[in-house]
């Protein structure tokens, strides 16, 4: 054991008589807000709504369709997508290019940062309580797709709205796996560091467009 | 290591001076009406922001108390939850590192970037590497390092030091900001509109951040049980630093430590609630391992440092244990009077306002520190607020205490005693003397009365703005006597 | 002015359990009004006397010992505090004229003297009632106004406000008042910069929050703030003077017995 950790181990055991948890008060437990699934999604929407972000309700058939129409109202004409995607959003190219992720980030940093418009990524999760899209990114959807391009399109299941983060977290038992990276999205990127006021897109997605399939 | 070679320290110690000159800052920064309305305005908005985000009260009573056992309850088992956290996070590929002191924590990061042969690093936002003054030592040692949260980036071209622990810039409004940039940013075209500015800001960092060899960020929660780093943010540029560079380094303090992945939920909900009236910042980015076999992007190499710089001192008072709580939403000193009035910069210490004044005296002495316990006047409006229920007004108090013990006594806080004055302990005893004993008491009441005339018209700092009171004609004792004694005439 | 904030009203009242209406009550001066201002004190007794109570009035009583608690010296406080307690033997509540010297005897005194016989200390702190919450909670006062029509505002001082809300119970009592118009001043729970010691050993920080708070009272069309609390009225007060202004506070047990009684300003 290297000398700082066992020196500060020592200090705060000196202190303590071992917790026991029989010995701790019980905490109480926070009363969750009841909701419907019906105003779970409303409540998503207004929330993301409200923090910038734009919510499209869309079927899942017309997932390329809103794509390629969103991407033409800003005259984009290429998009990034994880390897998942292409299958489903073919009918798009021709008119947008579609391009999947490098290999590897690694060399390939400044094209990421500096040509890619636009990237599209699936979620794992939404969280109605506070608006928020949850990712687990993975090999085939890297944590940058939905992060660096300047817009992020992300596809959220309308069935997959949970109430709020503590009762996701124990229904799909996080504590038992947690990926690399797990990431909680609840609007474009922000600041207020200026004069308290707001700007999007400060480092991360100045845009975010949430596709929610029914 | 040449660190030393430099008359300005490059590790926390360089805040022992600052934290010394604090009355002269408060004077200089009461004199700058700019400053004042600019903190008064931020204040406002942030307190109304929080106002507006807690509609219940009853919910928010609640939570409060949940989350201030939650962090007893981490904090009693916290050496335990240290090894825990350790051993997950080396399980998940994590290396964790553990330094006592600022300057062994800044050492163990640049040792680390030059082991890889770096020269860039990117940071987000730390008020942890505020406190070992990081950046300062890279830059000694031929590292760049570049603060990439908007108001630190602000701050730092500025040449600056955090006025606020979760708004850094917020001592300056726009077109002081706009100033910074038309002096610093070659080509910038003058404007004191705010998207403009942040876009500006957004195309220096984002080169910046694609050719850094290491990320530097802090950590809100380290959750043992699952051995996960969290991050709390709205700009993105802490998931910049810490998924683009091949290596991440988090810096946090010990106590940042939870034990469960389940205590994670009610501590975030009031975090950001209490710091900007958030209900959740734009992202919570939780970190868990480093790029696996197959990923193709995030760093390849993760560590944690861990920092104690004085916290195993609060630790070992049961009261003051209470200092390490904090989750640092910044809520004491939105609502702190006397934060509002004299701002960040004039505490001369790393974190301000009345968490900055409970927790300093364990990072750099008492002695260093001695005016700040006494730079209140107790009001409470700080532990009104605090969401972990801090009782930040009698740990104020415990540290007056400490701060004028006689010597000799078992050492509780490192300088204690060190505003001890004989003349001033001396006035109490002979205060605590005439107010036990009632005929030295009255005689007093009597002598201030008869000789009212007496009172002076100066009375130092009192009468600068304000005038005296003359002590009445007669007491009320003697008054209620009088009219006790009529009554029985009658 | 927005309505009574129910919810602390009912936080703060469940809070406590109050005594009937006794016959007897100790009134505690205070160190400030016993040798600064007094008529406050012979106004608080007169207004329990006109509910029908005794009032007594122990010569052996001092200060509540808040000067040297808050300077770090709990030892001087300690002995002090002992002291007050045992002016004060029967079973009777006791009524302070000050919100801060209220919290103290109330609840600090719990703390600084937690080695001593608890029982005694406990029970000592449980007969102690602020000024208005006495009125309010235990003597339950209907007041008739006899005054002319006018504004006031209400400073309450911070311990007061959140030690023993007094911000409710102030305001209940001057809402009784038929011809008076309560007003609010902006940053009406922020500190006027009083806080004993720290007045002298910060004075440039303590100066900048009253000449604020004088500020905000002056913004207002009220002809008087009203406040429960010498403290903060002393330092307000003072700053008013300094000022040359017209505008003072008055104790809430002077305005109380005023309007109640008729007199003129
Ligand atoms: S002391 Fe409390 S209010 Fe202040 S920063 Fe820490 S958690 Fe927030």
Known sequence: MNSAKANILAKLKMQLPAATDAALPAEPAAAPEVRSPAQNVEQFVRLLTDNHAEVMRIKRAEIAASVKTLLQQRDINQLMCGSGWVDALQEIEGEISLNTFYPSIDGNKDTLFNSVPAAITGSRCAIAATGSIVLWPDASEPRSLSLVPPLHIVVVEQSAIYNDFGELIRKQRWSEQLPTNAVLISGPSKTADIQQTLAYGAHGPRELVVLLVE | MNTRANTIATDGSKYEASARQFRGNVARDLANPQLRENFRGAMDYLTDKRRQAFPSEDELETLRRKCQLIKQRCLLKLPELLEQLESKLEQNGIQVHWAETTAEANTIIAELIQRKNGTKVVKGKSMVSEETALNDHLQAQGIECLETDMGEYIVQMAGEHPSHIIMPAIHQNKSQVADLFAHNIPGFDYTTDVDTLIRTGRQALRDKFCHADVGVTGVNFAVAETGTLCLVENEGNGRMVSTVPEMHIAITGIEKVVELLDDVPPLLSLLTRSATGQIISTYFNMITHPRREGEKDGPKEVHLVLLDNGRSQAFADEELRQTLQCIRCGACMNHCPVYTRIGGHAYGTVYPGPIGKIVSPHMLGLEATKDLPTASSLCGACGEVCPVKIPIPKILLRLRKESVKAKGEPLVVKGQGCNRKPLEAGIWKLWSRLNTSPVIYAIAMWLASRGRWLTPAKAGAWTRVRTLPKPARRPLRELVKQREQRREGQ | ?265
């Not at chain 3, 005897?105 to 449980?126: G, I, P, S, T």
């Not at chain 3, 007969?127 to 208005?132: A, L, Q």
């Not at chain 3, 609390?229 to 008013?240: R, V």
């Open chain 3, 1 to 265: 002015m927005p309505a009574l904030p129910l919810a602390s009203a009912k936080r703060h009242t469940s809070k406590r359990v109050y005594p009937p209406k006794p016959a007897q009550v100790y009134l505690f001066g205070t160190c400030l009004a016993d040798t600064l201002f007094p008529q406050s004190g012979l106004d608080a007794i007169e207004l329990l006397e006109r509910q029908g109570l005794e009032v007594l009035f122990p010569q052996g009583q001092s200060c509540c010992g808040q000067p040297a608690y808050n300077s770090g010296y709990e030892d001087e406080a300690r002995v002090v505090a002992r002291h007050q307690i045992k002016q004060f033997p029967l079973d009777i509540p006791i009524v302070v004229i000050s919100g801060s010297c209220g919290g103290m005897l109330r609840h600090h005194y719990l703390d600084m003297l937690k080695h001593d016989n608890d029982l005694e200390v406990a029970a000592f702190c449980e007969r102690i009632f602020e000024f208005t919450e006495f009125l309010t909670c235990v003597l339950e006062v209907k007041l008739q106004d006899q005054g002319a029509p006018e504004r006031v505002a209400l400073h309450t001082s911070c311990a007061a406000r959140r030690e023993m809300d007094v911000h409710i119970t102030g305001k209940a009592l001057l809402e009784q008042l038929g011809q008076v118009e309560l007003v609010e001043h902006d940053y009406i729970s922020e500190c006027c910069g009083f806080g004993g010691t720290f007045a002298v050993k910060h004075g440039d920080i303590s100066g900048a929050m009253v000449q604020d708070k004088v500020k905000h009272l002056l913004a207002t069309d009220a002809v008087r703030y009203v406040s429960a609390d010498w403290g903060c009225m002393m330092n307000i007060n003072g700053a008013l003077e300094y000022q040359q202004e017209a505008f003072r506070g008055e104790h809430i047990a002077s305005y109380l017995l005023r309007r109640t009684r008729g007199d003129n300003a």
